[in-house]
Structure formats: structure tokens, C-alpha cells
């Protein structure tokens, strides 16, 4: 019981700690893979049943370039309209 009440507190103290530093985790966030292509994925800390977690990233399939990537969160203030509008055109698989 204590591991797994650790293990909540970590992931909550990681998405507290990314929000501050301007990541919007914890549900549909824009995310970058290695090419630069923008879309966007359901994140929710903890939780993967189509990426493998490496912590701040994720190895997952990019929907745009069709092809498997490192992914990150990418910082909502650092985004253009345009590149918000693109990465909601392109959504992955609706599943964590």
C-alpha cells in the first residue's frame, strides 16, 4: 500500500511540476516528436497503453509522419495559433 501511494504522489508531484514549467498534462496535450511534427495526444501521467513512458517523454507513433518517435510535451507559450490549430487536426489514438 505504501508503494503504490508513493508512486500516486510522484506522478502527481511530476504533473504539478510540469504545469508550473508551462506543460499542459493530464489530458489532451500537444506534443513534438523527433521531426518536429506537432499533434496532439491524450497524456495523462502514469497511465500508457500506447507508448512506452520514459519519463518527460514517451516512445509512441506520430500520426503525422507516420513512423515511431521519442515525443515531448511541448510548452503551450512557445506555440503559434497556427501550430495549436495544426496539432488539433492531427489526433493519435484516443487511448492513455
Do not use: N
Not at 511530476?14 to 508551462?22: P, S, V
Not at 506537432?38 to 509522419?65: E, H, M, N, S
Not at 510548452?75 to 488539433?88: F, G, K, M, P
Amino acid at each position: 500500500m505504501r508503494r503504490l501511494l508513493f508512486a500516486a504522489a510522484v506522478i502527481v508531484g511530476a504533473t504539478l511540476i510540469a504545469r508550473r514549467l508551462g506543460y499542459k498534462v493530464g489530458g489532451d496535450t500537444v506534443v513534438r516528436c523527433r521531426q518536429g511534427h506537432l499533434f496532439t495526444t491524450l497524456w495523462i501521467p502514469g497511465v500508457k497503453f500506447k507508448a512506452i513512458d520514459l519519463g518527460i517523454a514517451r516512445l509512441q507513433r506520430c500520426p503525422v509522419g507516420q513512423h515511431w518517435s521519442l515525443v515531448i510535451p511541448a510548452r503551450e507559450s512557445e506555440l503559434t495559433d497556427e501550430q495549436r490549430r495544426q496539432a488539433a487536426q492531427h489526433h493519435d489514438v484516443r487511448i492513455p
